[in-house]
């Protein structure tokens, strides 16, 4: 079946990193966009990252530009967000997500069909 | 940054009732917008997307409607199943895509 595996999650000091992995199976991993999804404890869930079925483009939210780095690897079937320079207010529990439609190459696209996947998420604590 | 409205933020009905949630957005975003459902400890399930279309597998009980920046919500008869937190998101095709603050759905 379908599904999406976190990991990587931990406790962890302000201003260091993490890696965070996400396992896909079940479906043509190359051929969705995915993204990642954070949800801070007691809050709405915040969009965090998106990368192309291929890699081509990332994008990101403005509180995690320049700190997180999403990428995958199409011949594991795995996604990636690295981690950087973590703040307390990135606590959070990460979850990886599939873009509702394969081959997507605009925004539009992306928009159209929204998150159909979630994985069950891997939690993140900063604190010092 | 788009901001979504989500109202009643809390919610209280009984098995078998209509529930209406509202989600307003700050700015037009067309028919970019998309209805999770979540209950405690678990992920978002996707409901609704494209403001209407209903995700496969999500029974016709739960229908979207609405355009531009007024967006609804509906559970015609609501099952026990159902009691859980709902959220909206807007996938305008300015980034970010944000979420609303959600609407928790609990018995009477």
């Known amino acids: 079946q379908v599904q999406l595996v976190e990991s990587g999650g931990g406790v962890v000091q302000p201003l260091t990193s993490l890696r965070l992995s996400c396992a896909a199976s079940g479906f043509p991993f190359s051929a969705y966009g995915m993204h990642w999804v954070r949800q801070a404890p007691g809050k709405g869930p915040e969009w965090v990252a998106l990368?192309?079925?291929?890699?081509?483009?990332?994008y990101y939210a403005d509180s995690v530009q320049g700190r997180f780095t999403i990428s995958r690897d199409n011949s594991k079937n795995t996604l990636d967000l690295q981690m950087n320079s973590l703040r307390v207010e990135d606590t959070a529990v990460y979850y990886c997500a599939r873009s509702g439609a394969r081959y997507c190459r605009s925004l539009d696209c992306f928009g159209s069909f929204a998150l159909d996947v979630w994985g069950q998420g891997t939690t993140v604590i900063v604190s010092s | 940054d788009i901001q979504l409205t989500q109202s009643p933020s809390f919610l209280s009905a009984s098995v078998g009732d209509r529930v209406t949630i509202t989600c307003r957005a700050s700015q037009g975003i067309s028919r970019y917008l998309a209805w999770y459902q979540q209950k405690p400890g678990k992920a978002p399930k996707l409901l609704i997307y494209?403001?209407?279309t209903l995700q496969s597998g999500v029974p016709s009980r739960f229908s979207g409607s609405g355009s531009g920046t007024d967006f609804t919500l509906t559970i015609s008869s609501l099952q026990p199943e159902d009691f859980a937190t709902y959220f909206c998101q807007q996938l305008n095709t300015h980034l970010p895509w944000t979420f609303g603050q959600g609407t928790k759905v609990d018995v009477k």
């Open positions: 990368i192309w079925s291929d890699g081509s483009e990332t």
């Open positions: 494209s403001a209407s």
